[in-house]
């Protein structure tokens, strides 16, 4: 509460004398300001932290990835629905284009970025998946790193966020909406680590920023709408936004069954939508709604399928916009959590509602004037889901989202 209680003082402070420097450009910001719009940021800001997060966790699991190594695999489903939803931003992109809505690019400029964007994330995903040789959750075959689905997915909403973003930012959220969904359920149906999909999401994102990065080197302005650089971007406007969140979600808890077993939670995926609206600058009122996949480890047997979780939470939304594109905010919310069944060798777990809390910042770079990335951390508790063990679960989740801004 102290907390919460500092926030509010310190941000009403911020807004009493905020704005008297609106137009004072420093140094620093006109300096951030070039950076952020040279070629190479715009290809690896996005991309560049997805990829190094999803490396950095790519080794906590090798625990369980030993485990179905020996065969103690995750359950397997015949049924994927992300088979087709990877691929429903690409035929989005069709549509517009073949309905003569006009995008970023003339016809013969987008099949060359799409085509050089397309060899680069099939052959870095490929490579990879020979290469590194892992084993899938499920234990089907060793080609589990990186997500092939989510590398396609995130690869086709960045070439409609491309085409059409500049048009509507919905368009974008819709796009990468899918992606995450596509990404998501490659964890619910136990095909993949949550290390796999940031790393595919990674790839797709910087595969299709360098195809388009090498199509403009060799058109030059040929085939360029006249209308894709028109808004200009506002520091001191109001940062409402909608967002959807996909992120790793690192548990801090063991818990202990009452015959003595322990159960962990490894690292999973949390995917969602989260918005806020914002009465000035600095301070607004907002909520998620977040589904978790939690993979199960029971005294070092990993569980048939992983745990699923959700969670609704509310409260106050704080941001500082510290350059013309970069703000960094903060976030105290509260509301519940359910935890959905798992099944055990010998009992069940799960099946759980409860009260639950989370605090987060977060830092966000907007590309246009309602279009935006964000990269945020956030600390979770909840009440238990393992009876006999009253330890509140705790978790930090780190990830990002693309946001609208309104």
Known sequence: MRIIVGLLIASLLLNCY??????????SMSRFDHAASTPLFKMAHASVPVIIGGLAIYGANNNLKDAAAAGSHAMHYDTQYEDYLQYAPGLALLALKIGGVESRSSWSRMIVSDAFSAVLTIGVAE???????????????????PSGHTAISYMLATMLHKEYGCRSPWISLGAYTVATTTAASRMIHNRHWMSDIVVGAGIGVAATEIGYFLADMIFNERGLSDWVYA??????????????????????????????????????ANAGIQGAYFFNPYVGIGG??????????????????????ARV???????????????????????????GECQLSSSKIGRQSTAAM??????????AEAFGFRVFCDYGLSGSYVPGDN????????????????
């Open 18 to 27: 905020g704005k008297a420097d609106a137009m004072e450009r420093t140094d």
């Open 127 to 145: 490579s990879l998946k020979r290469t590194v040789g892992d084993v899938r959750p499920d234990g089907e075959d060793d080609r589990s790193f």
């Open 231 to 268: 808004d200009p971007l506002d520091r001191w406007r109001n940062p409402s936004f909608l967002a959807t969140d996909l992120a790793m979600n690192l548990p801090l808890t063991t818990y202990h069954m009452p015959d003595g077993s322990k159960v962990k939670t490894a690292i999973g």
């Open 288 to 309: 998620s709604a977040t589904m978790a996949v939690m993979p199960i480890e029971h005294d070092g047997t990993l569980a048939q399928k992983p745990m699923n979780a």
């Open 313 to 339: 939470l509310a409260g106050a939304y704080f941001s500082y916009p510290v350059f013309t594109q970069l703000r960094i905010g903060a976030k105290a919310v509260a509301g519940y959590a359910y935890y």
């Open 358 to 367: 989370e605090i987060g910042v977060s830092a966000s770079l907007m590309t």
């Open 391 to 406: 330890h509140a679960a705790q978790y930090i989740a780190i990830g990002g989202s693309a946001s609208i801004y309104f």
